[in-house]
């Protein structure tokens, strides 16, 4: 990177969002709050009675969960879309009138599930071994299988939401994967840009970033055989990650073989203890995997590359957040810590869980 970058205010483009984000690094230079809270040890039991993702208990939907002992999903008792419904689409003719222009809508349809990673109430991925989340990368394998072949949809969304600063209320660990009939609004924004790219360049946009990350070394936070972990280049959340397939893959189906599962969870796991080491919390975040989506085009799937973003909110401490308000919701994202600082702070950290040794010494 070039060195003046790290004193002067500038923006970075997002080639894969097609935004540019403002850095701030100078502001840095403001007094420094260090953290302000002890560890925080994990208080919560392995099985809470009042957990409605807990084995055997029921959900508010009536439904009864069964008495899993590895990964479990079900269909979301209270689905943000309806598998069955009229269709509607407002109607745009050439000599439409003001309102299909300004006031469009469109039906959508689709089906969300929930995924627990585990039984354990008191289990975050930080806390699982490898071979526990490779049960869960399984899991999203068969469901992205599945819908596939069983539903008209047009894209799955995984994400997992953690934390209450995230606004999930209930700590058992668990993620949510929504499909729909449309393509929406982050991935595809991606898929064009990733399209534009190669038709200009000849080559994948994310292989292409992957090989000068490698080559530049400035903002690896983490890397095994199969995917390299960085801070992006433009990233807006303090310590974002971006974690990219050194293979040019498309869809988590072509993460096949017990290894390539295992590369998957190991990084996941590296990750999610780095964060929780940072502050020495569990640390909150928005994590969701981008790929092709379950019916697109050739050229569309042929854009594409497997990636997944962890956004995480907090910036100085468990406690300290960075807000997304004022400058940044009416003109453009800012950060001041910049992703190479960020990286730094994250590739030193240690891969073994605080909380591990808290309880090894209690
Ligand atoms: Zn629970
Ligand atoms: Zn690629
Ligand atoms: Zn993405």
Not at 5 to 15: A, K
Not at 100 to 113: I, P, Q, T, Y
């Amino acid at each position: 990177m070039n060195p003046v970058l790290d004193d002067i205010s500038h923006r970075r483009y997002n080639p894969l969002r097609g935004n540019w984000i403002l850095v701030s690094p100078h502001r840095t230079k403001r007094p420094w709050q260090g953290q302000e809270e002890g560890p925080s040890k994990n208080t919560l039991p392995e099985y809470d009675p009042k957990c409605y993702l807990c084995p055997r208990n029921k959900r508010s939907g009536g439904a009864q969960n069964p008495d899993y002992q590895e990964t479990y999903i079900f269909v979301n008792d209270f689905s943000a879309v309806k598998e069955d419904q009229v269709d509607y689409e407002t109607e745009t003719t050439a000599t439409a009138d003001k309102s299909s222009l300004l006031m469009r809508a469109e039906g959508v349809k689709g089906k969300c599930f929930v995924v627990c990673f585990s039984p354990a109430h008191n289990k975050t991925l930080a806390d699982m071994s490898i071979k526990e989340i490779s049960l869960v990368v399984e899991t999203w394998k068969n469901l992205y299988k599945d819908v596939q072949q069983n539903t008209p949809f047009r894209y799955i969304q995984i994400f997992e939401n953690k934390g209450e600063s995230m606004g999930c209320s209930n700590p058992h660990a668990h993620c949510q994967a929504w499909t729909t009939s449309h393509l929406p609004e982050e991935p595809a924004a991606e898929l064009k840009n990733m399209i534009e790219y190669r038709k200009k360049n000849n080559s994948c946009l994310l292989c292409d970033y992957l090989a000068l990350e490698l080559e530049k070394k400035e903002r690896i936070i983490a890397e095994n055989d199969g995917w390299l972990a960085v801070c992006p280049w433009w990233a807006f959340w303090p310590f974002e990650t971006l974690v990219i397939s050194k293979k040019c893959i498309k869809n988590i189906l072509e993460i096949e073989g017990e290894r390539d599962v295992d590369l998957f969870a190991e990084i996941i796991s590296t990750i999610t203890i780095k964060y929780d080491n940072l502050f020495e919390t569990k640390f909150p975040y928005s994590m969701g995997i981008h790929q092709a989506p379950l019916r697109g085009t050739d050229e569309e799937h042929a854009a594409n590359h497997v990636h997944f973003h962890f956004l995480p909110p907090l910036l100085r401490s468990a406690t300290v957040k960075k807000f997304q308000v004022g400058y940044e919701l009416l003109a453009e994202p800012q950060r001041d810590i910049t992703p190479e600082q960020a990286a730094r702070r994250l590739q030193a950290l240690s891969t073994e869980l605080y909380r591990n040794k808290l309880e090894g010494s209690a």
